[in-house]
């Protein structure tokens, strides 16, 4: 199995991790017998409440904002470089902030080849009171304080 962080063609979109993860979520539910329903939000709700989908499962409900990994250049391949940028749309970090049932989708893999696993290969994180906008896999050196999710 190639190494979870090499990249052979293009990172996939972010949609794709999305696409990825969200049917993992169906699957996985679905084999626990918990009956869950799984619904993308509108881009215009996405202003108000940011959840890129909204999984309604053990009578709650939780929004998932994703975001697509990302590698630092230099250094040996490692989750040391690996991290997710916070930035995009402008506000929307504050507003995840801001909603409790709101939690980031954090794949942790670049390759292609673990599209099946993705579920195996994701964080599911909270923002602190940080407003930093940067998060790290695991990069005690990063000038952020969300250094290590």
Not at 81 to 93: D, E, K, N
Not at 105 to 127: E, G
Request: aromatic share 10%; hydrophobic share 40%; glycine share 4%.
């Amino acid at each position: 199995m190639p190494h979870p962080l090499a990249v052979s063609l293009p990172i996939p979109l972010e949609r794709e991790y999305e696409a990825w993860l969200v049917r993992a979520i169906e699957d996985d539910l679905q084999a626990r017998d918990q009956p869950a329903l799984v619904l993308a939000v509108s881009p215009t709700d996405e202003e108000t409440w940011p959840a890129d989908s909204q999984v309604r499962a053990f009578e709650k409900l939780i929004g998932l904002q994703f975001k697509r990994p990302k590698l630092a250049d230099g250094g040996p391949l490692g989750f040391a470089r690996l991290f997710w940028s916070l930035h995009t749309p402008p506000g929307q970090y504050e507003l995840v902030r801001a909603h409790d049932e709101i939690y980031y989708c954090l794949p942790t893999f670049l390759t292609r080849s673990l599209s099946r696993a993705a579920l195996h290969h994701a964080l599911f994180w909270r923002p602190t009171a940080s407003s930093d906008k940067q998060v790290w896999y695991d990069n005690g050196n990063a000038s952020t304080a969300h250094k290590k999710v």
